[in-house]
């Protein structure tokens, strides 16, 4: 149900009467849940950290290694053709801005491991890569995102300057920032 007045007049109802069905307590749960963490990726806030296994097997990568730079954490995957398509902009992006303080980590949320390594060489990405466990559910859950390509702009202090960017908006808010 979307946020309605019907929708408030039901749940009242609801709570009125039949505070302790099963199905609605758990969707009340849902709903704080959902909630907590939505106000948790609001402008200005700090991101939620991740550490998640590099290309190697070996090293672990998430935004705390980036403390000090803007980080666009780019999430991502080797079926997703929009994200595939998205590469070449963000390379572009990448090259100018790179030097002046922008580092980009691509975390993929492929399920087979091979295809995400096979689409990393294949599109040569020159920064950060992760691959989260799981098809990705726990990060998306912590992300708040159901649908890829999904663009996080972080700032020196891995806060949130903005999500659910396009390329373009990333290129025009970077320019503000970084082009000083």
Not at 13 to 31: A, C, G, H, I, N
Not at 55 to 84: M, R, T
Request: glycine residues 6%.
């Amino acid at each position: 149900l979307r946020d309605t007045p019907a929708k408030d007049a039901l749940i009242a109802r609801l709570e009125k009467t039949k505070s302790d069905y099963y199905p609605f307590v758990q969707y009340k749960k849902e709903v704080r849940e959902k909630a907590e963490r939505m106000s948790k990726l609001q402008q200005g806030m700090k991101a939620p950290g991740f550490s998640l296994p590099a290309p190697d097997g070996i090293q672990k990568i998430g935004p705390e290694n980036y403390k000090g730079k803007y980080l666009l954490i780019d999430f991502w995957a080797s079926w997703c053709g929009p994200c595939l398509k998205s590469i070449p902009q963000l390379k572009e992006i990448y090259s100018k801005y790179h030097a002046k303080g922008l580092e980009i980590l691509s975390v993929s949320i492929d399920d087979k491991e091979d295809a995400w390594k096979k689409a990393m060489a294949a599109q040569q990405m020159p920064w950060g890569q992760v691959c989260a466990p799981n098809s990705g559910k726990e990060i998306m859950k912590d992300y708040q995102f159901n649908g890829i390509p999904h663009l996080v702009l972080l700032d020196k202090e891995g806060k949130i300057v903005e999500r659910w960017l396009s390329t373009e908006k990333l290129e025009e808010l970077l320019k503000e920032r970084l082009d000083q």
